[in-house]
């Protein structure tokens, strides 16, 4: 397996405009996490799905983030509209079961708001 | 309530000595698992090792170890003989049963291999 895939690396867009980060979970895995990692917070969680279904979404900082997982292969994180202050690294992770299992991180995207 | 913590921010070594990462946790449950995970520059997270709260053996993988001790809630993480390639951030993370689906990240441990 590829592991989760991620995309774009990058990306920089101007406050305002809306930014859809998308991910690709390991095929089997049940659930599916997004992360936030910046200097100041580190990894934070902003919403988990179980079998596509989203479980807890109270990590979201603010309405003006959504996410949506259609199906098991396939999840996306909206913000709109960006700002500045959403500048940070995504991160999309994958894993098999409940606790007793790891979870397989995504390479990340960078997202710069300018 | 779940808390992980990662006292050292950050830590330099020179190479070929040995370096522990300290991670302390915090749950009222006596069930759940414990985690390491390894950032290097390039980004990713990386899965090292995963151990479960009713087995305190230690492990050994080459030259990473980790010692777990229930009596003082640790999980430590030790590399001997560093390399420059260790030079990265350090995760701990707690999965508890009540909310066995997400992960309780500490604030990470950047630890610096000076050659």
């Known amino acids: 397996d590829a592991g989760v895939i991620q995309s774009p690396r990058h990306e920089v867009t101007e406050m305002g405009q809306e930014v859809t980060l998308r991910c690709k979970p390991i095929?089997?895995?049940?659930?599916l996490f997004w992360y936030r990692q910046t200097m100041m917070r580190g990894l934070e969680l902003l919403i988990y799905f179980n079998n596509n279904v989203p479980i807890d979404d109270s990590g979201m900082p603010e309405d003006r983030f959504s996410a949506k997982m259609p199906n098991a292969s396939f999840s996306t994180l909206k913000i709109q509209p960006s700002e500045p202050r959403d500048s940070a690294v995504y991160f999309c992770a994958s894993r098999a079961r409940s606790m007793n299992t790891e979870a397989f991180f995504g390479q990340g995207t960078r997202l710069t708001v300018v | 309530a779940q808390k992980v913590t990662q006292a050292q921010t950050e830590i330099s070594v020179v190479e070929k000595e040995d370096v522990t990462l300290d991670c302390v946790y915090e749950?009222?449950?006596?069930?759940?698992?414990l985690f390491w995970y390894k950032q290097p520059p390039s980004g990713e997270l990386v899965f090292l090792i995963r151990r479960n709260s009713f087995d305190e053996q230690n492990e050994i993988s080459g030259r990473y170890s980790w010692n777990f001790q229930k009596s003082t809630s640790s999980f430590n993480f030790t590399i001997t003989a560093s390399q420059v390639v260790d030079s990265a951030v350090y995760f701990c993370a707690l999965s508890v049963r009540p909310t066995g689906n997400q992960f309780y990240f500490g604030t990470g441990t950047s630890l610096t291999v000076i050659p």
């Open positions: 095929s089997g895995h049940d659930y």
């Open positions: 749950t009222r449950d006596t069930t759940y698992y």
